[in-house]
Nanobody, 122 residues
Framework: QVRPVESGGGSVQAGESLKLSCTVTRSDYCEVWFRQAPGKEREAIASIDADGSPSYTDSVKGRFTISKDAAKNRLFLEMSNLKPEDTSMYYC???????????????????WGQGTQVTVSS
């Protein structure tokens, strides 16, 4: 099965920025960034639907920006003012639907990327 492929994770200090990228399999459906910290459930933090409308969970609103380059099948997550609580594995995901808004469930996902680790130290 063809899967999305994430890149751009790493280790940063609190207050710094990081940009994640994902090569998706198609750009005409809803695409979502999830994250999962150890011992916690996987949560959807940012989504962008077929017409480019974004939505965010409250904990990242104003700090993270989701965008896409549909012509190149690329999805991005720009993260600024990172906090230690942002430390997680970040996953790119494609949904079954063209339209979507946070909150979203892992059960909505058609295909997952392998994940990329983001670590924020204080």
């Amino acid at each position: 099965q063809v899967r999305p492929v994430e890149s751009g994770g790493g280790s940063v200090q609190a207050g710094e920025s990081l940009k994640l990228s994902c090569t998706v399999t198609r750009s005409d459906y809803c695409e979502v960034w999830f994250r999962q910290a150890p011992g916690k459930e996987r949560e959807a933090i940012a989504s962008i639907d077929a017409d480019g409308s974004p939505s965010y969970t409250d904990s990242v609103k104003g700090r993270f920006t989701i965008s896409k380059d549909a012509a190149k099948n690329r999805l991005f997550l720009e993260m600024s003012n990172l906090k230690p609580e942002d430390t997680s594995m970040y996953y790119c995901a494609e949904l079954w639907d063209r339209w979507c808004r946070i909150p979203l469930s892992a059960s909505d996902v058609r295909v997952w990327g392998q994940g990329t680790q983001v670590t924020v130290s204080s």
